[in-house]
């Protein structure tokens, strides 16, 4: 029987779950709301705020498990990529009840545990699947080949996904996380107008332009009329969705064609927004993909996934020593 204790503290979620034989059976989230006010996520608070939510969280998880510490065959945890003071928090928890209890430990790489999301649930992908990881720091088309095997075949080259979505919302003044609102207020406007898709080569991604081109067009139009975002801010916000969408949309297409794979995928936090999941399932459908989204529980941060290729390694025995440490930076 193999248990396994996950814990998730990349950015500012603070997360634990419980996996017993490949099955999760707790998925705790403690999420910090204070970011709001800064607009945007303070590294320090962060770390402050996981050394406090950190105890409870894995209690609770444990508690829903119906699973005591004296159970668990490893303690897994996220060794990045990730903000340091955040990871921190995590690792060291995680190598002090590892030591306690004289179990295994098994880090586990963040952006690898998103694609391996796929596989808490039915369906699954067949390997070899494409997936495209969009989030706020990271924006990837991955080759999956088997459960830790992986190659990336795009990344982007300054900015992410999702940080194209929270900086438009900051120039529309809208709260932080910007992205979740921007998908909402799409919904009730329709893209009538046009930003710049970027001529990135191959299959890498670029949103820095799009930024720009995004900034100027406000600037412009504020000029002419003080109240244009107010007066149109459903439409730009669909306007802005829409291209984010088709950049992304349109090197998955090119992804799909070099590598000859029809199993589609996406995961990472991006992934909720409903505008991008509607586009690829009717890309999906034009293609003859078999297209994989996971439940919206599993896009954002949460231990789950961690869990979940934790999994994996512990079939492999791939174990880590007393001596490991996080990684904010940590490409697989």
Known sequence: MTIILAIESSCDDTSAAVLKNGKILSNCVASQT???????????????????????????ALQKAGVSKKDLSAIAFTRGPGLMGSLLVGVS??????????????????????????????PQPAFPFLCLT????H???????????MEILGTTIDDAAGEAFDKTGKLLGLDYPAGPIIDK???????????????????????????????????????LNSNFIQENLADICASVQDRIVSILLNKLKKAAIQADVQQIAIAGG??????????????GTQNGW??????????????????????????????VGQDITPLARYNF
């Open 34 to 60: 204070i970011h709001k006010e800064y607009g945007g996520v303070v590294p320090e608070v962060a770390s402050r705020a996981h050394q406090a939510n950190i105890v409870p969280v894995v209690e609770m």
């Open 270 to 283: 991006v992934s909720a927004n409903s505008g991008l999941r509607t586009a690829l399932e009717e890309v």
């Open 185 to 223: 207020m799409a919904k009730e406007g329709t893209a009538i107008f046009e930003f710049t898709e970027p001529n990135i080569p191959n299959l890498d991604f670029s949103f820095s332009g799009l930024k720009t081109n995004i900034l100027r067009f406000l600037q412009k139009n504020n000029r």
């Open 139 to 149: 924006t990837q088309i991955v080759l999956v080949k088997d459960y830790l095997e």
């Open 290 to 319: 078999e297209v994989f989204i996971p439940k919206f529980e599993y896009c954002t941060d949460n231990a789950a996934m961690i869990a979940m290729t934790a999994y994996y390694k512990y079939k492999d025995k791939d174990f």
């Open 93 to 122: 928890f995680a190598k002090a009840l590892a030591l306690s209890l004289e179990i295994p430990m098994i880090e586990v790489n963040h952006i690898q545990a998103h694609i391996l999301a796929h596989f808490i649930d039915a």
């Open 134 to 137: 969009v989030s706020g720091g």
